[in-house]
Structure formats: structure tokens, C-alpha cells
């Protein structure tokens, strides 16, 4: 997926105006346990946690400017997303109805309802409520956003601009970026900034054991389904891939790893110990493979996308409890 660089630039403008950029940290000590110069992408740090509000502010300039009657618009969502569709929407005057499966996070259908989405729970998991979001969309008229767009991952693709731009300053541009996949707009986002930048950084894709569909799709080249048990990593919880987001992932991939959620457990608990950063289970996703394949990268610069902290109070009591 390619962006000119005025696109890039009407991103930033459309991001910056919303949000300050977030920080890219090195971690001495998680550096030290993971014998490399580790930076962590801080999208935690965005005024909604997460990486995704990058993206819904960008989709919903372009669909304002594009298609001013648009009024009404429907999504799926496990949470980030649902927050970035709800908080775009209000800066254009833009009603939003968000679909979650049943079980899903308390405290992010909290989050978008408090940023006027109209929440509707419907099925047992990702892809059943975005295929009601779709039937809501023929049903009452409504625009439906996706979860995987091009002007989504344009407004993502600056998080990773950021990141790449200000180690190219700091003369450490990492051997490696490892990036948490879900639906794939994260991933296809860095690889449109590690063009956009010049950087020759490696990137590598991560994902749940317990939803392998991304990794399968990556080494039969082909989009596979596969099921999804993950307790822990909902924001990778994908069961049917994306077929433009299997390409792009195939084309641009170095590698594409999986971590259990023992794995993203203990790098939750690492986080908070060396950096006092809360991450969800996605967001702790890239520093668990990281861990995982410590001895791959040993003595190299190694970057992680801290994607989101938007963890259930009694989830995360029960992560630090071990």
C-alpha cells in the first residue's frame, strides 16, 4: 500500500491537529533483559490508549470531505477501533453505531460509550458483530466503516513516520520493528512509513497462538481462516483475515510470529515492572516475541509498537497477580 507524500503530510496535519505525536522510548532495563537497545513505540500514550484513533481521524476527514451526506456510520469493533470511530465522529458531527460481540471488554464498550457510540452487542465473537455491522449498514442506510481501509491505515502510517524519523535522528534506526496484527492496518501502516522513511528496518508480524489466521495466511500466501481462543489478546482475535491485508503482509513481511497469552501475560508484567507502562494484551504482543526470540536479535536495535493499554481493570489485577 502505497501513499505519496502529501498524503503523508494531510495525515499528520489531520492527526496533529487532534494529538501531540507519542514518544519513542530506549528502556535500559528492557534492553538489558533482552541483550539488544530496545525502543518501545509509546501508541499507548494517545488520547484514547491506542494506536487506532490515528486512523478514525483520518478516515472520517476524508469521508467528511468526500461525502458530506454521510451522517450515520456503522462499525465492528473489540474496542480500539469503536473508540476511534466514536471520537472522529463527534469532530465531524457524525452519529456512530458500533457492534461488539457479547463478552466484550466492559471497560472499552464503557470508553465508547461515553464518546456517544451507540453500542449494539450481537454475536460470540469479531467476525460475527462485523457481520451484523454489515446488515445494519443495508438495513438503515448507514455508511459502513471498515476495518482495514486505505485512509485507515494512511492515519496509522504516521505513528510509524514518528518512530522511524526520530531514530533516523538519533542515529539508531532499528535492525527490526515487531508489530501486533489484527485485522493488519497496524503492519501495513509501518511498512507504507518504513517506505515513506528510507529505512531498511525488518519487519516482523505478530499474532496469537490462539488466533493463528495471519500466520497461516503469511506462509501459504493466501488468506486462511483459523479459530480464535485467545482470553487474553483481543485485540488479535481475528478469525477471517483480510485478503488486501494478507497482501500487503506477504509482500512486506521478514517474518510472522506467535505468542501465547502465558507469553503476553509475562510481557505485561515486564512492561509495567522496568517501564511502569500499562499494556493490553495486544499492546504487550511485539515485546513477548521479542522475549521470545531474544537470542535472534541479540546485540541489535530492536523496536517494539506498544499498540494500546486499554486493559480490563480486573483482567490486568489478575496479569500482575501472575
Not at 192 to 197: F, L, T, Y
Not at 207 to 227: C, G, I, K, M, N
Not at 239 to 256: F, G, I
Request: aromatic fraction near 6%; hydrophobic fraction near 45%; proline fraction near 4%.
Amino acid at each position: 500500500m502505497n501513499f505519496t507524500r502529501d498524503e503523508i503530510e494531510a495525515a499528520q496535519r489531520t492527526v496533529y491537529a487532534a494529538m501531540p505525536p507519542t514518544p519513542q522510548y530506549a528502556w535500559p532495563q528492557l534492553g538489558a533483559r533482552l541483550g539488544c537497545r530496545l525502543w518501545a513505540k509509546h501508541e499507548n500514550h494517545t488520547p484514547l490508549g491506542a494506536f487506532k484513533v490515528r486512523g478514525g481521524l483520518t478516515y472520517m476527514e476524508a469521508l467528511a470531505r468526500e461525502h458530506p451526506e454521510v451522517r450515520h456510520v456503522v462499525s465492528a469493533t473489540r474496542g480500539n477501533h469503536g473508540q476511534s470511530m466514536g471520537f472522529a465522529a463527534a469532530r465531524h458531527g457524525l452519529a456512530a453505531t458500533i457492534v461488539v460481540p457479547h463478552g466484550n471488554s466492559v471497560e472499552k464498550n464503557a470508553a465508547m460509550r461515553a464518546l456517544g457510540v451507540h453500542l449494539v452487542e450481537h454475536g460470540d465473537d469479531f467476525q460475527a458483530a462485523s457481520e451484523h455491522a454489515g446488515a445494519l449498514a443495508i438495513e438503515q442506510g448507514l455508511h459502513r466503516v471498515p476495518s482495514f481501509a486505505r485512509d485507515l491505515v494512511r492515519g496509522v502510517a504516521t505513528a510509524y513516520v514518528e518512530f522511524f524519523e526520530a531514530l533516523k535522528r538519533a542515529g539508531d534506526v532499528p535492525d527490526v520493528l515487531l508489530v501486533p496484527i489484527g485485522l493488519g492496518s497496524g503492519f501495513a501502516a509501518a511498512a507504507a512509513a518504513r517506505r515513506h522513511c528510507d529505512v531498511r528496518t525488518k519487519l516482523v508480524g505478530v499474532v496469537s497462538s490462539h488466533a493463528t489466521a495471519y500466520r497461516d495466511s503469511f506462509r501459504a500466501q493466501r488468506p486462511l481462516e483459523a479459530p480464535v481462543t485467545t482470553l487474553l489478546a483481543d485485540g488479535m482475535a481475528c478469525r477471517t483475515p483480510v485478503p488486501e491485508s494478507v497482501e500487503v503482509l506477504v509482500r512486506e513481511a521478514d517474518d510472522v510470529l506467535t505468542v501465547s497469552d502465558d507469553e503476553v501475560a509475562a510481557a505485561m508484567r515486564i512492561l509495567f515492572t522496568d517501564t511502569h507502562n500499562v499494556a493490553e494484551g495486544a499492546g504487550a504482543a511485539a515485546l513477548a516475541a521479542a522475549l521470545q526470540q531474544r537470542e535472534r536479535w541479540a546485540g541489535k536495535a530492536v523496536g517494539i509498537a506498544l499498540t494500546g493499554g486499554n486493559v480490563d481493570a480486573a483482567v490486568y489485577a489478575r496479569v500482575l497477580a501472575g
